[in-house]
C-alpha cells in the first residue's frame, strides 16, 4: 500500500524527468526462511482454488468436528491464519511488525470483527460494548508497536463501523438517507453535536429502541475516535456492503466534522472508497468537493473491493441493478480514474488531504507513484 499526501511530497522534489519505477523484485523476500515461502505459495494456490473458497467455512466446521478444535486450529495457525495474522498476542505481533520495519513497511493493524448484514440480530449493547474495549487496546497496541514512530501522526488503525452499531440500524438509516437525501435531522453536522454533547438524539424516523441504540453507537464511535487522536493514531474506517454504506458513510462526516477539523494536523478519520462499485468515482468527487468548500481535512483509502460475488447475488435476488463493474478491466479504469482524482486534489490541498493507494495491482501502484512525482512540481 501506497500512502501519499503533498506534505510528503514536497515541491522542491525532483522533476517528472527523473522519476523512476517502484522495483517488485521480490527483495523482500531474504527476510523469509524456506518453510515461510513454502507455506506462502500453499496458501496462495489454496485460496486459487474455486471449491475452497466457496466452501472454505463449511470445511473449517467439517474439520473441527472431525479433527477437534485443537488439532484444527492447530492447522490454520500453521497455513492459512500463520499467513496473514501477525500474531495472537502482542509479542508476537510486535516481532513481526519489527521484521517489516527492515524493509521500511509499517504497520495497519485491524479488529477482525464485523456484524454481517444477514446475521442474527445481538441482544443489548454487551456486544458492541466489548468490540469498543478491543479497539481501545488496538490503538494502543498501534501506537506502542513501532520503535521509531517517524512523523507524528504516521500510525494508522483500520476501524469496522459494524463492530461498534448493528447492521440493523446502518440498513434503516441508509433507507432514509437514500429517500430523504440531504435533511437537517439526518445530518452530520447534527450527528457530530450528538456525539459532543452526549445529549439524548431523536431521529423522527427511528422508533425508541433505534433512537436509543444509535446514541450508544455515536457515543463508542466517539470514545475511539477521541482515544485515537489522543495518541494520534488516525483511523481508516472500512467500507462494507452498498446496502450499509451510504450509513456507514453518514457516520464518517459526523466524525470528520468533528475531528478533521482545520488546525487540527490532518485527517484524523478517513473514508474507504471501492472502485468496484459504479457510482464510486462521482461519490469520491462529490465528497472531496464538499470537504474542500467546508475547509475540512479529508483521508482517503482507496481500494478495489471485497463483496463483488455478494453483492451481485444480492442484487439478483432482489431484482435490483447490479451495484458492481461489469468486469475487472472495469474495475481497474474505475479505479484509476479514481486515483487520478484524489492524487489532482492532494496536489491542491496539500496536507489537508491525503490518499491511501490500498492495492495489490502493481500497475496501479506504478502510477500513482509517478502521477506524484510529477505533481510535486505543479
Given at each position: ?150 512523523p507524528t501522526g504516521n500510525i494508522l488503525m483500520q476501524l469496522k ?52 441504540h444509535l446514541q450508544a453507537s455515536l457515543s463508542r464511535l466517539h ?76 483521508g482517503v483509502k482507496l481500494v478495489r473491493g471485497a463483496y463483488l ?70
Amino acid at each position: 500500500m501506497l500512502w501519499t499526501c503533498r506534505v510528503l511530497c514536497p515541491q522542491a522534489g525532483p522533476s517528472a524527468g527523473g522519476w523512476q519505477p517502484l522495483s517488485f523484485d521480490g527483495g523482500a523476500f531474504h527476510l523469509k526462511r524456506t518453510g515461510e515461502l513454502t507455506r506462502a505459495l500453499l496458501v496462495l494456490r489454496m485460496c486459487a482454488w474455486p471449491p475452497l473458497v466457496t466452501h472454505g467455512l463449511a470445511l473449517q466446521a467439517w474439520s473441527q468436528r472431525l479433527l477437534g478444535s485443537r488439532l484444527s486450529g492447530a492447522l490454520l495457525r500453521a497455513s492459512i491464519y500463520g499467513q496473514f495474522v501477525a500474531g495472537e498476542t502482542t509479542e508476537e505481533v510486535r516481532g513481526c511488525v519489527q521484521q517489516l520495519q527492515t524493509l521500511c513497511l509499517r504497520p495497519l493493524l485491524a479488529v477482525p470483527t464485523e456484524e454481517e448484514p444477514d446475521s442474527a440480530v445481538k441482544t443489548g449493547e454487551a456486544w458492541y460494548e466489548g468490540n469498543l474495549s478491543a479497539m481501545l487496546r488496538c490503538v494502543d497496541l498501534s501506537q506502542g508497536l513501532l520503535e521509531a514512530p517517524g512523523p507524528t501522526g504516521n500510525i494508522l488503525m483500520q476501524l469496522k463501523m459494524t463492530a461498534l452499531t448493528s447492521t440493523r440500524l446502518c440498513k434503516e438509516l441508509t433507507s432514509w438517507v437514500r429517500r430523504l437525501g440531504a435533511s437537517w435531522e439526518l445530518s452530520p453536522e447534527r450527528l457530530a453535536e450528538a456525539m459532543d454533547s452526549g445529549r439524548g438524539l431523536q431521529i423522527s424516523c427511528l422508533n425508541a429502541e433505534q433512537n436509543q441504540h444509535l446514541q450508544a453507537s455515536l457515543s463508542r464511535l466517539h470514545r475511539v475516535a477521541q482515544h485515537a487522536r489522543a495518541q494520534r493514531v488516525r483511523l481508516l474506517v472500512d467500507a462494507e456492503y452498498t446496502s450499509l454504506n451510504p450509513a456507514l458513510s453518514l457516520l464518517v462526516a459526523a466524525l470528520a466534522e468533528r475531528w478533521n477539523r482545520p488546525g487540527e494536523g490532518g485527517p484524523w478519520v478517513w473514508n474507504t472508497y471501492q472502485a468496484y462499485l459504479k457510482d464510486t468515482h462521482e461519490r469520491l468527487r462529490r465528497d472531496a468537493e464538499a470537504a474542500d468548500r467546508a475547509g475540512l481535512a479529508f483521508g482517503v483509502k482507496l481500494v478495489r473491493g471485497a463483496y463483488l460475488d455478494k453483492e451481485r447475488e444480492v442484487a439478483r435476488l432482489q431484482g435490483t441493478q447490479d451495484p458492481t463493474q461489469p468486469d475487472y478491466e472495469a474495475t481497474n479504469q474505475s479505479y484509476s480514474r479514481c486515483l487520478e482524482l484524489m492524487l489532482a486534489h492532494v496536489s491542491h490541498r496539500g496536507p489537508m488531504c491525503h490518499l491511501m493507494v490500498a492495492s495489490h495491482n502493481e500497475e496501479s501502484v506504478q502510477q500513482a507513484t509517478k502521477r506524484a512525482s510529477r505533481l510535486r512540481c505543479v
